[in-house]
């Protein structure tokens, strides 16, 4: 059964489509890449996906377990956000908040699964440092715990190796593979990297013209793969 299903889905603002007739699925366990042109509707989906703002038209289905607020997200980071004057603790706790309901403190669970998603990111030491004096693949690190403190099914993932190093970069997509392979948690990324995404991915989804939606291989096979990975060394592997 599949985790999230997008049926005839149209995404814009103020009733203007960027993205329509949009329809896929996303089952446990799969690693699916969002590729596409700026401007093609990528983030918008993300939004949609995220119930920020609602579709034009067609529906947003969850299933197998999957409830809208167990979702994990890891945003694009602006630059007011990398200087956010908070601890690296707080804000991966911060991914607790929808365990939390009404109540207005972290329980001792919580307070663990913090712990632990910070020790698996490999941050346990900096925890009581403030992130803005962190580096950026610090930072991502910080993020991807605290998405993880909310989730163990569904990562959203927007440009998570933007503006790092090719060393951070690596690491972070490394640990995001771990994470898929070895944790079974399901990857949804929005990437400009089309060499990683060949890589890593075991699903594309290629919004904009043209529209594509399916395994890897046929991706290589499609119109929009032939046309955006032309020239790609992963393609030819």
Same mark, same amino acid.
């Given at each position: 059964?599949?985790?999230?299903?997008?049926?005839?889905?149209?995404? /814009?603002?103020? #009733?203007?489509?960027?993205?329509?007739?949009l329809?896929?699925?996303?089952?446990a366990?799969?690693?699916?890449?969002?590729?596409?042109e700026?401007?093609? #509707?990528?983030?918008?989906?993300?939004?949609t996906?995220? *119930?920020?703002?609602?579709?034009?038209?067609? *529906?947003?289905?969850? /299933?197998?377990?999957?409830?809208? +607020? %167990?979702?994990?997200y890891?945003?694009?980071q602006?630059?007011? &956000?990398?200087?956010?004057?908070?601890s690296?603790?707080?804000?991966?706790?911060?991914?607790?908040l929808? *365990?939390?309901?009404s109540?207005?403190?972290? +329980?001792?669970? %919580?307070?663990?699964l913090?712990?632990?998603?910070?020790? &698996?990111? /490999?941050i346990?030491?900096?925890?009581?440092?403030?992130?803005?004096?962190?580096? /950026? #693949?610090? &930072? &991502?690190?910080?993020?991807? =715990?605290?998405?993880?403190?909310?989730?163990?099914?569904?990562?959203?993932?927007?440009?998570?190796?933007?503006?790092?190093?090719?060393? =951070?970069?690596?690491?972070?997509?490394?640990? @995001?593979?771990?994470l +898929?392979?070895?944790?079974?948690?399901?990857?949804?990324?929005?990437?400009?990297?089309?060499?990683?995404?060949?890589r890593?991915?075991s699903? @594309?989804?290629?919004?904009? %013209?043209?529209?594509?939606?399916?395994?890897k291989?046929?991706?290589l096979?499609?119109?929009? #793969?032939?046309?955006y990975?032309?020239?790609? %060394?992963?393609?030819?592997?």
């Open positions: 059964m599949a985790l999230l299903t997008c049926e005839n889905l149209s995404l /814009g603002y103020d #009733g203007s489509a960027v993205l329509s007739h329809c896929f699925s996303v089952c366990g799969d690693y699916l890449c969002i590729v596409g700026n401007g093609s #509707g990528k983030s918008t989906l993300m939004k996906i995220l *119930r920020l703002q609602p579709p034009l038209h067609g *529906r947003i289905v969850t /299933g197998d377990g999957l409830r809208a +607020n %167990e979702i994990g890891l945003p694009q602006t630059v007011v &956000q990398r200087d956010f004057p908070a690296v603790r707080e804000i991966v706790l911060s991914g607790c929808n *365990r939390c309901g109540r207005p403190f972290f +329980n001792r669970e %919580e307070k663990k913090a712990q632990e998603n910070m020790e &698996q990111m /490999g346990a030491a900096l925890a009581g440092h403030c992130y803005r004096d962190l580096s /950026g #693949g610090q &930072q &991502q690190r910080v993020l991807l =715990a605290r998405a993880l403190c909310a989730t163990r099914k569904l990562l959203l993932l927007d440009e998570p190796v933007a503006g790092l190093d090719p060393k =951070a970069a690596a690491d972070m997509y490394a640990q @995001i593979w771990r +898929n392979r070895e944790q079974g948690i399901t990857i949804m990324m929005i990437s400009h990297d089309m060499a990683a995404a060949l890593y991915a699903h @594309i989804l290629h919004v904009g %013209e043209p529209l594509f939606f399916g395994t291989a046929a991706y096979n499609s119109e929009a #793969g032939k046309l990975t032309a020239g790609t %060394e992963e393609a030819s592997l």
